[in-house]
């Protein structure tokens, strides 16, 4: 049977601010991307968070991003290979303290924002953040993919070093020819039509194609689906493209 | 054999701004107090200082503070008992990630300014951190005492929650005969003669007495001995309290 | 002509996260307490808003809190008066820079969330508070009043020093007979009538006077209301008290 | 007679941590660039060195920079340019509240760090900044040139913005023959010798010109010494190029 995962940012309200539906995007994914602390996300809705992945079966990830919270990890910052990795190790470290708690561990690791489009290309990022992962599932002994944007120089890096590379869809982006992301300044970057996606994601999870806006099949490795869950729309978009897999027989399923 | 243990606070660095001899200190103590990033110390300053205490064969403790690090955490902040549980576990997990990567783990844990005194008698406070510490403590299995000063209530919580609570004396300062410290706005508060804190240290590690700033012996259960390395004179204070129990032969030993 | 003032918080968003309906109470309000970016509010958030403030002829306050974007100033932070002199000083100056491009200026100050509540009885909090507006009044040569709760022993401080100090009303709280709020732990303490607080707020605007919840008229010197925008609900309330107000021919009008 | 100003960077302590020997460069230089908070300093130390400065006589400047206490501005941040003009504009408007209060007024502005380093080819952020200091300049009447590296294409927007640009020379830096510096990469970047640092700088003073390291001169606008007050030897350096120009009979003197 045909099986794919989904996976979604939560966790990245921050004290009184809150942001996003957690609690049902939590009901629609079976992987939660829980912010750290660094990019967003207090300890209190950390915790929260967590708490309610585990109540729903849902596998918890590591959302690790550069420590700016005026700036949610939007933005670049060129700190020094060494200091990330400490940053970055210091993120897993808070969130799987937070994990252990709740009777559960931390399964896999997803950059956020900057620091996931760091990992496009940026060499000094990516081995620091392969890197840092790499020991810190040695020093666990825990099995510890990574989540990224298929062609990231960080997958090559993560097979180096004997980490699983994940590589993700995303359900409401159009794609090139040559399997990018049509840019966010481009008019029909953005999916809107809920038959559309659905449609596209269950040819990815059965064929493991993509279709690009020209319509060029595209090949894809692509073993888990990025939704969202900052909007009402958001959510509802996820919930159909779920419903639809799972009534084509595909199993909603975590890689991790 | 006598036997005692020296904890001093390290990791109090955070980015350019430095604090401290850590590397000295690190050379004469047995239990190193490391700033998780709350009140004082970046990540890559805490896995640099548990670094040099593992390669020092000092134990680790988690020097936990209000999130606050404009105050340096020695600010009472009213926050909930519940923001306050989350932020201990955040720092607990923090360093513990840190520490994994060194092949070592946190061994004990201490409340930093605001948060130290607020276990003498802030119930909601002094009950979010043993209640915290005590369910880390079931989540890892691993032993982690709480270094408390004498006659905190948090001591009492620490004993109902089957926590082993260690109390310090501290080597620089004077004692009502109550077995109180003197008040930093006394004069005669903070003592300055080496000989004289030698020697108060000695007894305490031979016989378990203070003497107060009156004469009058004080019984007391202290295990650990706070010193301090911000200063040049402070290391050398607390290298010659070493080198005088040390001569003495007593053990310098971690609690933990 | 019976005339009020009608103030509300804004600004408070923060980096990607909002708060808050501000276009909307922006249109309903007399004078504004702007966020200074010490509990809440980033430089573009706050400039936006100023601008808003400025297209609707609403006063620009500043809304100074305690250095805790964690707890949206919310959590009493025991700094010491020089700090927290200081820092009310800064945030003046911040909101001032930019209301200057805007070619406005602050018109009164408001505390926030705890620094409001300190304002109260912490005679520390509460002086250097004043003091330091009293002094930035000085330095700029223009009028600050101050806005606080009745009863504030900062309101006495402020008659000393020469600075108007302005009382409010909160439309949507009952009262206790002696004019002090009912306490959020007793399930009456927050009104939801519209019809009620409207009767309430015309009858202080026409009378000054409150009725507490058992049916005592509380003589009153409140000049100003303060209404929320935080949540449709609020912003309708908003609404409806000012239409109420102005259909009751009572000017809408900022004590600043 | 010959005149040249001497700057340093000032007020850069932050909370507990303390940077510099604010009060003996102090004594020495013309022109203090005052951390506003981003980078560095809290609001107390602002103020205490704000007053510092105003007591001797030191003209005092805004040593704006990136939102990023833990990098201490040094890192690279890619933010907006509307999200940094109003984080400068939010700087300037927050020192001069200060330096208000002391009868003063910020005089001039200085990038600091990554964002110094900014204004030489980014731009996006050299247009914000420049386009900020006009404004601001517009909105206050006041006179406020920037002081920037050599070559900084923020020169030539701040010409446009008919703001006075500043080059400044570093006393202990080596010159490439074409008038950049050299990386601290290489060996001899930071000079040492005391006697060659003065001998170039009264050169600079008196003939506008400085020495590559090839020997080749530079003619060179330079209008200020940038100097340190970070170190012991940082500080004496200082003086002993205050002492030779004053022996030769150059007056120091701000730009501003």
């Known amino acids: 049977m045909a099986q794919i995962d989904l996976n979604s940012d939560v966790g990245e309200s921050f004290g009184n601010w809150t ?7 939590l009901r629609t994914v079976s992987s939660a991307n829980i912010a750290c602390g660094f990019h967003a996300g207090d300890p209190l809705t950390i915790r929260a968070t967590a708490s309610e992945a585990v109540a729903n079966d849902v596998v918890i990830g590591a959302h690790i991003g550069y420590r700016d919270l ?22 897993l ?28 290309s940026h060499t000094g990022h990516a081995h620091a953040v392969i890197d840092t992962i790499a020991a810190y599932r040695e020093s666990t002994g825990r099995d510890l993919p990574v989540l990224l944007l298929p062609g990231s120089i960080a997958l090559d890096y993560a097979a180096e070093a004997g980490l699983r590379g994940i590589s993700e869809a995303f359900a409401d982006r159009s794609y ?9 300044r481009e008019p ?20 493991s194609v993509l279709i690009a806006r020209d319509g060029t099949r595209i090949e894809t490795q692509a073993e888990s ?31 991790a």
Chains 1, 2, 3, 4 share one sequence.
């Open 93 to 120: 470290g808070a969130l799987e303290g937070i994990a252990l708690g709740l009777g559960s561990h931390i399964r896999y690791v997803k950059p956020h924002g900057a620091l996931y489009h760091a990992m496009i």
């Open 19 to 25: 942001s996003g539906d957690d609690a049902a995007i």
């Open 176 to 184: 090139n020819p040559d399997g990018t992301l049509v840019s966010r």
């Open 188 to 207: 029909d970057a953005v999916l809107h039509d809920t038959e559309q996606i659905v449609e596209n994601m269950l040819r990815l999870a059965e064929e």
């Open 70 to 91: 005026a700036g949610f990890g939007r933005r670049h910052l060129e700190c020094s290979p060494d200091e990330l990795a400490a940053d970055v190790l210091y993120q």
């Open 225 to 255: 689906i990025c939704t969202h869950g900052d909007t009402p729309g958001a959510v509802a978009m996820a919930q159909a493209v779920r419903s639809a897999l799972e009534g084509a027989g595909v199993e909603i399923r975590s890689f």
